[in-house]
């Protein structure tokens, strides 16, 4: 028997059938709500736990703050951003292969283009400056007291297309001094860094296709002077290595082994090498031959025996750090600083001593070499001065109730007026 629809059966049917939909879409509605607290609730530990968690550093900081917080479409911070191009310009190879792996980063394509919203050039800009000059408006009195460091390295020869500037980028390029058609082999590159307060600046950069001549130096040296005196700043001194030009520009500006300054723009400044670079300087001489002090003799085969020595402990060894790289370094080890500072350390002079004492070391240079290697370490440490209460006494700062600091440099100042080079190993 056929069953016959009532009238009213079927607005009913409907009807419900709006409602079960209506019923389904508050369903929905509620499990997003409900999800949506749980992750707000996760969040907010996650925040309760950065706020409680010492991190080392603001860059480790951003860096979990990626991993943990960061969702699709969400704009970068600006310290996410610079650790996202600090990672990228330590090696862009690492940093692909860190996204590969799973961790949170910007796309390539967000790097690059950040990288091209910086319209760099080689001379110093105008916009750049003001930028700079807004900054230091809010400097007090020993925050503006900075230093200019000058140094060159090497690039590999390539031609670029600079879409922004319409130019192409890889020739011999000293800004408002000139372009050539020679290939850039070189970048001197300049910068600005607090003597007090820490932080730096990068101030301007410049092609060069076989380093910068001496004159030439001068003339950039004074403009940087110029530029960072007009915005504000205190400049107190120039520091570079002790390239062949540099040598040069020093001499140029009127320096001397008496009197090591010069006047710019109004301002005293103090023309100093790089403490490294001397380090590195003194250890490839002593590498290369004796020195003779007096009547005393420095020899680097004292250090040679002595690594022998410890080399061959079964018991304990008391130069960890030095490995044969340290005594018998490549053209390109010879570079490294952190090599040459590691060699003339206190621990090698300590080893040397201990060597002589135990009878196992037998040499009449042995604790001239010593004595040499300590004072060199001393002096590092008085120059290398960071914090107030340092618990090496020699890395305090320079304070008339600091005696040991003035100590060690006029020793080393003494010791190098009389150092000769006299022979080789």
Known sequence: MRQ????????LQQELIR????LKRKRSIISALKQKKTNKKQKSNVNDLFKTFNFPSKNSRSLVSMQLLHKNRKPWSSNEKKVALSLYYKSPSTYKYMRRTGIVLPAMSTVTRWLRSINYSTRFSAKYLEQIRLKVLNMDYNEKKCVLLLDEVSIMKTLEYNKILDEIEGFEDLGDMGRTEKLG?????IMVRGLYKNWKLPLSYFFTGSGVKGDTLVEIGKNC???IVDIGLLPTCIVCDQGTQN???????????NNPSTEICGKKLFLIYDMPHLIKSLRNNLLSGDFKIGNKVVSINDIKKTYEIDSQSKIARAMTKITPTHLSPNPFQKMSCKLAIQLLSNSVSAAIKTCVATGQLKS?????????INVINNM???????????RNPNRRPLSPKNSIVFDNLKKAQALFKEAVKVSMP
Not at 19 to 22: D, S
Not at 185 to 189: E, G, M, Q, T
């Open 4 to 11: 016959i629809k009532s009238p009213k059966k079927s607005p």
């Open 364 to 372: 009449n240079t042995a604790l001239h070499t010593s004595e040499f």
């Open 247 to 257: 040598r040069r520009m020093f001499s140029l500006l009127g320096a001397s082994q």
């Open 19 to 22: 409602i079960q939909k209506l």
């Open 380 to 390: 590092f440490d008085s120059a290398n001065s960071k914090n107030l209460y340092d």
């Open 225 to 227: 002077v110029k530029n």
């Open 185 to 189: 082999s070189h970048a001197l590159v």
